[in-house]
């Protein structure tokens, strides 16, 4: 059986890349977003996840129960084995994935697609002020971090998200719309 490609959607911190995922599903439900596990703290909200304390992150990472993990913003992640079900009923699988983890992810899901979300970094600073999801402090070392997209990757695709997010999902279609058969 055929897997459906996974897109990863990656980007600083605000430049939407939750939203643009949330979009792309609601505009087709057959791109589906990956569930990520999070080491985040009670009463930080966010996209839907599944929070875990990091012991029971180190146990889930020791039991296999993820084909990719990383650590960022002093919180760890991990997509679970699971992706593999998803992959078989899905389109697309959706992945909000850490740039720092983008070669790894490729070697594990194969048929694999990266958008590169950027924006202004003003728009940056404004969004993530706005949603107010981290203290100011956190706000601040989220807005400084500076990660590069990794050299070899087979397939990437950078997108303004300065605009609607209509307008960014339409430039996301018609960059799948090649393969997706
Ligand atoms: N195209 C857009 N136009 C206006 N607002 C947007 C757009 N895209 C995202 N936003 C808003 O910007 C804020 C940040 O978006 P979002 O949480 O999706 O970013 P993110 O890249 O997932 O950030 P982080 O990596 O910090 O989780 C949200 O409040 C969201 O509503
Ligand atoms: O800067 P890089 O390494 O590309 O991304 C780091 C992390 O930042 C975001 O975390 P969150 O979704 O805001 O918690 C991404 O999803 C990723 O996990």
Same mark, same amino acid.
């Given at each position: 059986?055929?897997?459906?490609?996974?897109?990863?959607?990656?980007? !600083?911190?605000?430049?939407? /890349?939750?939203?643009? +995922?949330?979009?792309? &599903?609601?505009?087709?439900?057959? %791109?589906?977003?990956?569930?990520?596990? %999070?080491?985040?703290? $009670? @009463?930080?909200?966010?996209?839907?996840?599944?929070?875990?304390?990091?012991? $029971? =992150?180190?146990? +889930?990472?020791?039991?296999?129960?993820?084909?990719?993990?990383?650590?960022?913003? #002093?919180?760890?992640? @991990? %997509?679970?084995?699971? %992706?593999?079900?998803?992959? *078989?009923?899905?389109?697309?699988?959706?992945?909000?994935?850490?740039?720092?983890?983008?070669k /790894?992810?490729?070697?594990?899901?194969?048929? =694999?697609?990266?958008?590169?979300? &950027?924006?202004?970094?003003?728009?940056?600073?404004?969004?993530?002020?706005?949603? @107010?999801? $981290?203290? !100011?402090?956190? *706000?601040?070392?989220?807005?400084?971090?500076?990660?590069?997209?990794? $050299?070899?990757? &087979?397939?990437?695709?950078?997108?303004?998200?300065? #605009?609607p997010?209509?307008?960014?999902?339409?430039?996301?279609?018609?960059?799948?719309? !090649?393969v997706? @058969?």
């Amino acid at each position: 059986m055929s897997l459906a490609p996974v897109i990863a959607i990656v980007g !600083p911190s605000g430049v939407g /890349k939750d939203s643009v +995922m949330a979009a792309l &599903t609601a505009r087709d439900p057959n %791109i589906q977003p990956a569930r990520r596990v %999070i080491t985040r703290p $009670e @009463g930080e909200e966010g996209e839907d996840f599944v929070r875990a304390t990091v012991s $029971e =992150f180190d146990a +889930m990472q020791d039991r296999g129960e993820f084909v990719l993990s990383w650590s960022a913003h #002093g919180l760890n992640y @991990g %997509i679970p084995v699971a %992706i593999s079900q998803q992959r *078989q009923h899905a389109r697309a699988v959706l992945v909000n994935l850490s740039r720092n983890v983008l070669k /790894k992810a490729e070697d594990a899901f194969g048929d =694999f697609i990266v958008i590169s979300l &950027t924006a202004d970094p003003k728009v940056l600073a404004d969004r993530v002020a706005d949603r @107010g999801r $981290e203290t !100011p402090a956190d *706000q601040a070392k989220r807005l400084a971090r500076f990660v590069t997209l990794p $050299e070899g990757l &087979t397939r990437v695709v950078e997108i303004n998200n300065d #605009g609607p997010l209509d307008l960014t999902v339409d430039a996301i279609l018609a960059q799948l719309e !090649p393969v997706r @058969g």
